[in-house]
């Protein structure tokens, strides 16, 4: 998306516009369709991210700077010990990106599916490349893999984003929605198919290493209508979650919800305590067993960034 040709306000002029384009500490804002701003930070301003309403001062030309962020309604982002990464704010739907190869992530997946809940993100798990699935073995372990989560009540589509993407399209209307999920799963291609304009690249996969190669390494929001926009993001391995504590994470996992408030203690943090009614139902059966194995690896690492932690 070019700087626009419209016509701008004089310089010191106040506007509000929405980030359309992150570039660490540049960024480009739209004011209006069309009028595009390139701007900078009001001193050491941070957190500004693709997504963000902001308001900016016209300084010459197409030139700006942020010097306001306005409420938002959400933020997706991930979280290490020692930093973050602001993704994108105020989209309503994730899409997480899955493909027959690479191999598919389970945990990465759970981890996204946990900030969405999080967040008040509507997610759809996106299965992509359907058209490379040829062997009646590698059928059912796709359709294995991913019933888990349909069962749940995620909603989960198919495509082939090289043959055709409007099964998708219905999806989109009237939402700002991200594209997620891990290097190589054709998020790029998605892109193209739904915006031939935006002419983002796109990469062969890595039969070797069994991943792909990052082919973004921005964020940008592209419009599809005056009402629908779509946000790509690099792809990423990992997914911290370091924001989030034990009762966020544990609220994250969706089928957990209904034990949550049956145990003995109140402060159960649902790991070892006697009377744990999440514990005893994952005994039972009643709960996927790498989900609670998931929940378990998520409060230890919290742990391990706790003060005094040995």
Same mark, same amino acid.
């Given at each position: 998306?070019?700087?626009?040709?419209?016509?701008?306000?004089?310089? #010191?002029a106040v506007l509000t516009g929405q980030v359309v384009a992150a570039? #660490?500490?540049?960024?480009?804002?739209?004011?209006?369709?069309?009028?595009?701003?390139?701007?900078?930070?009001?001193?050491?301003?941070?957190?500004?991210?693709?997504?963000?309403?902001?308001?900016?001062?016209?300084?010459?030309?197409?030139?700006?700077?942020?010097?306001?962020?306005?409420?938002?309604?959400?933020?997706?982002?991930?979280?290490?010990?020692?930093?973050?990464?602001?993704?994108?704010?105020?989209?309503?739907?994730?899409?997480?990106?899955?493909?027959?190869?690479?191999?598919?992530?389970?945990?990465?997946?759970?981890?996204?599916?946990?900030?969405?809940?999080?967040?008040?993100?509507?997610?759809?798990?996106?299965?992509?490349?359907?058209?490379?699935?040829?062997?009646?073995?590698?059928?059912?372990?796709?359709?294995?893999?991913?019933?888990?989560?349909?069962?749940?009540?995620?909603?989960?589509?198919?495509?082939?984003?090289?043959?055709?993407?409007?099964?998708?399209?219905?999806?989109?209307?009237?939402?700002?929605?991200?594209?997620?999920?891990?290097?190589?799963?054709?998020?790029?291609?998605?892109?193209?198919?739904?915006?031939?304009?935006?002419?983002?690249?796109?990469?062969?996969?890595?039969?070797?290493?069994?991943? #792909?190669?990052?082919?973004?390494?921005?964020?940008?929001?592209?419009?599809?209508?005056?009402?629908?926009?779509?946000?790509?993001?690099?792809?990423?391995?990992?997914?911290?979650?370091?924001?989030?504590?034990?009762?966020?994470?544990?609220?994250?996992?969706?089928?957990?919800?209904?034990?949550?408030?049956?145990?003995?203690?109140?402060?159960?943090?649902?790991?070892?305590?006697?009377g744990c009614r999440l514990l005893q139902a994952a005994q039972e059966g009643i709960f996927d067993s790498r989900r609670m194995?998931?929940?378990?690896?998520?409060?230890?690492?919290?742990?391990?960034?706790?003060?005094?932690?040995?």
């Amino acid at each position: 998306m070019s700087v626009g040709s419209a016509k701008r306000k004089k310089a #010191g002029a106040v506007l509000t516009g929405q980030v359309v384009a992150a570039y #660490g500490r540049h960024f480009e804002v739209e004011t209006a369709p069309g009028t595009i701003y390139s701007c900078v930070v009001r001193g050491k301003r941070k957190g500004i991210v693709c997504g963000d309403h902001v308001e900016i001062l016209s300084v010459a030309g197409d030139q700006g700077i942020i010097e306001a962020t306005l409420p938002r309604s959400s933020l997706f982002y991930r979280s290490e010990i020692f930093r973050e990464k602001l993704i994108a704010a105020n989209v309503t739907q994730l899409i997480f990106v899955l493909a027959v190869v690479p191999t598919c992530n389970p945990e990465l997946l759970d981890r996204c599916l946990i900030v969405a809940e999080n967040q008040g993100i509507k997610p759809l798990i996106l299965l992509n490349k359907v058209d490379l699935i040829d062997r009646d073995a590698q059928k059912q372990t796709v359709a294995r893999n991913l019933l888990f989560y349909r069962e749940l009540g995620y909603p989960m589509l198919e495509v082939s984003a090289k043959a055709s993407v409007q099964p998708l399209v219905p999806f989109l209307n009237g939402q700002t929605s991200l594209l997620a999920g891990q290097s190589g799963v054709g998020k790029s291609t998605l892109l193209n198919a739904l915006v031939p304009l935006a002419q983002q690249a796109t990469a062969e996969i890595s039969d070797a290493l069994d991943g #792909g190669r990052h082919t973004t390494t921005h964020v940008r929001l592209f419009h599809l209508d005056a009402d629908s926009s779509i946000v790509d993001s690099p792809g990423f391995q990992e997914f911290g979650l370091q924001q989030l504590d034990e009762n966020a994470l544990a609220w994250g996992f969706i089928e957990f919800r209904p034990f949550l408030q049956q145990c003995k203690f109140r402060d159960c943090r649902h790991v070892s305590e006697p009377g744990c009614r999440l514990l005893q139902a994952a005994q039972e059966g009643i709960f996927d067993s790498r989900r609670m194995a998931c929940y378990h690896k998520l409060v230890k690492n919290l742990q391990k960034s706790s003060p005094g932690w040995k």
